[in-house]
T-cell receptor
Framework: NAGVTQTPKFQVLKTGQSMTLQCAQD?????MSWYRQDPGMGLRLIHY???????DQGEVPNGYNVSRSTTEDFPLRLLSAAPSQTSVYFC?????????????FGPGTRLTVL | ELKVEQNPLFLSMQEGKNYTIYCNYS?????LYWYRQDPGKSLESLFV?????AVKQEGRLMASLDTKARLSTLHITAAVHDLSATYFC?????????FGKGTHLIIQP
């Protein structure tokens, strides 16, 4: 199993550009989520999904869209990038929320918005 | 809304010493996680604590949970340099995890 994969690893955008951060897992996990990590802030939840076709907002959803058309993939879309979205983005998955399992984190995408 | 506070946020200690990182949370949390993060890397799961009084140990690290006090601790015994990292606690339920700001731990020879 590859676990949780994220692409790209690094990305530089200009203000106003759009892009999609990819996240995939091959563990048949129902629960997936996106976090951003900023210096001194810990990780903050952006969006999460408890299964295909179901998504919900986390603590900091503004400026981000998600969809979950398959169990494996959970892309995060930035519609119009802003410098405030410069951050490291982590995707995570777990078998399902009710089973109280650990969450597995992907390697992260480091995004810079100029 | 769950809030999670860790202290200390920065800790420099010598090899061989013992120390404890504290994690306080504001409201009921289904579970409590501890993660380790090395510089430039992702998060590695250390412990999942599910019930009051839970204690888990792995090597020189031991985590405990007191749900009545809303407190979890991560105890380091006889620290070694390899344990230098940032440690996060996180709590939450079905609507996602809330993380503390992390404890940056440096262990010096």
């Amino acid at each position: 199993n590859a676990g949780v994969t994220q692409t790209p690893k690094f990305q530089v955008l200009k203000t106003g550009q759009s892009m999609t951060l990819q996240c995939a897992q091959d563990m048949n996990h129902e629960y997936m989520s996106w976090y951003r990590q900023d210096p001194g802030m810990g990780l903050r939840l952006i969006h999460y999904s408890v299964g295909a076709g179901i998504t919900d907002q986390g603590e900091v959803p503004n400026g981000y869209n998600v969809s979950r058309s398959t169990t494996e993939d959970f892309p995060l879309r930035l519609l119009s990038a802003a410098p405030s979205q410069t951050s490291v983005y982590f995707c995570a998955s777990s078998p399902d929320w009710d089973s109280y399992n650990e969450q597995f984190f992907g390697p992260g995408t480091r995004l810079t918005v100029l | 809304e769950l809030k999670v506070e860790q202290n200390p946020l920065f800790l420099s200690m010598q090899e061989g010493k013992n120390y404890t990182i504290y994690c306080n949370y504001s409201t009921t949390s289904d579970r409590l996680y501890w993660y380790r993060q090395d510089p430039g890397k992702s998060l590695e799961s250390l412990f999942v604590l599910l019930s009051n009084g839970a204690v888990k140990q792995e090597g020189r690290l031991m985590a405990s949970l007191d749900t009545k006090a809303r407190l979890s601790t991560l105890h380091i015994t006889a620290a070694v340099h390899d344990l230098s990292a940032t440690y996060f606690c996180a709590g939450g339920g079905a609507d996602g995890l809330t993380f503390g700001k992390g404890t940056h731990l440096i262990i010096q020879p």
